[in-house]
């Protein structure tokens, strides 16, 4: 797969979890949600500019705190126009935002942002909600590709 995300070359943060199987780096990661983002993780007020050609159109803060707590580290948001953050990891060393493609050609600076925390960001119900959801999707498809993954091991 061609990875077109910010700090795709140095996303090798390793999974301190194992209960998402087969997610390992973030790169693994991005690979997963790029089947499981859709027009239900993304927020209301953006869903009508949602399209599978930019699938990571508003999905930055539940993705952050997913890869969050996969990886560990912090997320720190860069202030947008209208007062709304976009977020990113922090894993020692490795940086990298697996939604930056929404922004295309735009260049986004990825220093000295704020730490964002996820009390804040899902005080919102629905943006708890949409994380919720996109977690439940990633453990199945882990729960899917690990089944898959057994079965032809008896191939």
């Not at 996303?11 to 983002?37: E, F, N, Q, S």
């Not at 050609?53 to 993705?63: D, P």
């Not at 600076?109 to 925390?117: A, L, R």
């Amino acid at each position: 797969m061609e990875y077109r995300f910010w700090g795709w070359e140095q996303a090798k943060a390793l999974a301190r979890t194992d209960k998402y199987p087969g997610i390992h780096t973030p790169l693994d990661l991005y690979d997963a949600l790029c089947d499981i983002w859709c027009a239900q993780t993304c927020p209301p007020r953006l869903r009508n500019r949602w399209t599978p050609e930019n699938k990571t159109l508003g999905q930055c803060s539940i993705t952050a705190f997913l890869a969050q707590d996969i990886f560990g580290g912090k997320v720190y948001g860069i202030l947008q126009p209208g007062g709304n953050y976009h977020c990113y990891n922090v894993v020692g060393d490795c940086r990298f935002d697996l939604t930056s493609e929404q922004f295309g050609e735009e260049e986004l600076v990825y220093d000295g942002n704020p730490e964002q925390f996820r009390e804040v960001h899902f005080a919102r119900e629905e943006k708890r909600l949409r994380y919720e959801y996109l977690k439940k999707e990633l453990e199945k498809w882990s729960t899917d590709r690990r089944v898959k993954n057994d079965k032809s091991d008896f191939s």
